[in-house]
C-alpha cells in the first residue's frame, strides 16, 4: 500500500487497484494537491465550477482542472455550481442582453444600464445615448419634427434619461440631430415642423431662424423668396441676373 501513489490535483481514481487516475470532467475541479487520498478517491472529488466559473476541458488534462475559469466581463453565470453540464463549456457564460452589463470576470448577473445610456449584448460597460436618438426607454432615432444634439443640458432635458425635444420655430427638423434654421427669405411660424415656407410675393425676411416674413415696405417690391426688398425703379427689376 505504501507504494500506491496519491492522485494529482485535477484527477481522482474511483476504484480499487487504478493503475492510473482519471482526468476530473469538464465543468469540474480538484485543487488538493496531492494531500490526501481521501480528497481523490471517487469523482464527486471533482468539484463543480461555482457560479460565474467553467471549465471546459473535458478531461483531457489533469493540470486543466486544479481551478475553474472565470467569465468574461459582458457575460455571466449564475448557477451556483448545482449542475455540471451548466459549467462544461464556454457556451455556459451568457451573453447579457442589450441595454445590461458586467463589468468584471465571473459575474454572477447583469446590471442594467443607467437611464439615459446605452449598450449592446454581451457589453462590459455603457455608452452616453448618441445624438439623433432617444435613449430614455429603448435606443430609437428621432423621428421627424424632432432632434437631439447629444448636449441635453442645453435642451433643458434630464441629462440622465436623454431624449428628442421638438423642433423650434424658425427650425425645421427632418429628423436624427437635423436642426437646421430657415434661410433668409422663408420662415416656420410652427414648431415640430420639417421644412420652412418661402416668403409670400409682397414679403421678406433678411434673418435665418425666423418665425414670420415682413410686409415688404412701400416704395420697394418683394417677389416671393426676398432676402431684401427691392427699391422700385431700380436696375434690378430690369435687367437679367448676371
Same mark, same amino acid.
Request: proline share 7%; glycine share 10%.
Given at each position: 500500500?505504501? %507504494? +500506491?501513489?496519491? =492522485?494529482? #490535483? *485535477?484527477?481522482?481514481? &474511483?476504484?480499487? /487497484?487504478?493503475?492510473? @487516475?482519471?482526468? $476530473? !470532467?469538464?465543468?469540474?475541479?480538484?485543487?488538493?494537491?496531492?494531500?490526501?487520498?481521501?480528497?481523490?478517491?471517487?469523482?464527486?472529488?471533482?468539484?463543480?465550477?461555482?457560479?460565474?466559473?467553467?471549465?471546459?476541458?473535458?478531461?483531457?488534462?489533469?493540470?486543466?482542472?486544479?481551478?475553474?475559469?472565470?467569465?468574461?466581463?459582458?457575460?455571466?453565470?449564475?448557477?451556483?455550481?448545482?449542475?455540471?453540464?451548466?459549467?462544461?463549456?464556454?457556451? %455556459? +457564460?451568457?451573453? =447579457?442582453? #442589450? *441595454?445590461?452589463?458586467? &463589468?468584471?470576470? /465571473?459575474?454572477?448577473? @447583469?446590471?442594467? $444600464? !443607467?437611464?439615459?445610456?446605452?449598450?449592446?449584448?454581451?457589453?462590459?460597460?455603457?455608452?452616453?445615448?448618441?445624438?439623433?436618438?432617444?435613449?430614455?426607454?429603448?435606443?430609437?432615432?428621432?423621428?421627424?419634427?424632432?432632434?437631439?444634439?447629444?448636449?441635453?443640458?442645453?435642451?433643458?432635458?434630464?441629462?440622465?434619461?436623454?431624449?428628442?425635444?421638438?423642433?423650434?420655430?424658425?427650425?425645421?427638423?427632418?429628423?436624427?440631430?437635423?436642426?437646421?434654421? +430657415?434661410?433668409?427669405?422663408?420662415?416656420?411660424?410652427?414648431?415640430?415642423?420639417?421644412?420652412?415656407?418661402? @416668403?409670400?410675393?409682397?414679403?421678406?425676411?433678411?434673418?435665418?431662424?425666423?418665425?414670420?416674413?415682413?410686409?415688404?415696405?412701400?416704395?420697394?417690391?418683394?417677389?416671393?423668396?426676398?432676402?431684401?426688398?427691392?427699391?422700385?425703379?431700380?436696375?434690378?427689376?430690369?435687367?437679367?441676373?448676371?
Amino acid at each position: 500500500e505504501s %507504494d +500506491c501513489t496519491v =492522485c494529482e #490535483a *485535477g484527477s481522482y481514481a &474511483d476504484q480499487q /487497484g487504478s493503475g492510473s @487516475c482519471k482526468v $476530473c !470532467p469538464a465543468g469540474t475541479m480538484n485543487n488538493d494537491m496531492a494531500t490526501t487520498a481521501n480528497e481523490h478517491d471517487e469523482l464527486e472529488d471533482c468539484s463543480i465550477c461555482g457560479e460565474g466559473k467553467y471549465n471546459a476541458d473535458n478531461g483531457i488534462s489533469a493540470s486543466e482542472h486544479t481551478s475553474c475559469s472565470f467569465c468574461e466581463p459582458g457575460k455571466y453565470l449564475e448557477d451556483d455550481g448545482e449542475t455540471r453540464t451548466k459549467h462544461d463549456t464556454t457556451t %455556459d +457564460c451568457m451573453q =447579457c442582453n #442589450a *441595454g445590461r452589463f458586467s &463589468d468584471h470576470e /465571473g459575474a454572477i448577473a @447583469c446590471e442594467e $444600464c !443607467p437611464d439615459g445610456k446605452i449598450s449592446p449584448a454581451a457589453s462590459s460597460a455603457c455608452s452616453v445615448c448618441p445624438p439623433g436618438y432617444d435613449c430614455s426607454a429603448a435606443t430609437t432615432a428621432c423621428p421627424a419634427g424632432e432632434y437631439s444634439n447629444g448636449d441635453t443640458k442645453d435642451l433643458g432635458v434630464d441629462p440622465d434619461m436623454p431624449s428628442c425635444v421638438a423642433c423650434e420655430a424658425g427650425y425645421r427638423c427632418p429628423g436624427g440631430t437635423d436642426h437646421i434654421e +430657415c434661410l433668409p427669405g422663408s420662415y416656420q411660424s410652427q414648431p415640430s415642423k420639417t421644412n420652412c415656407t418661402a @416668403c409670400d410675393a409682397g414679403k421678406y425676411q433678411e434673418y435665418p431662424g425666423q418665425e414670420t416674413c415682413l410686409e415688404c415696405p412701400a416704395g420697394y417690391f418683394c417677389p416671393e423668396s426676398t432676402t431684401n426688398p427691392i427699391v422700385c425703379g431700380s436696375n434690378a427689376l430690369f435687367c437679367p441676373a448676371g
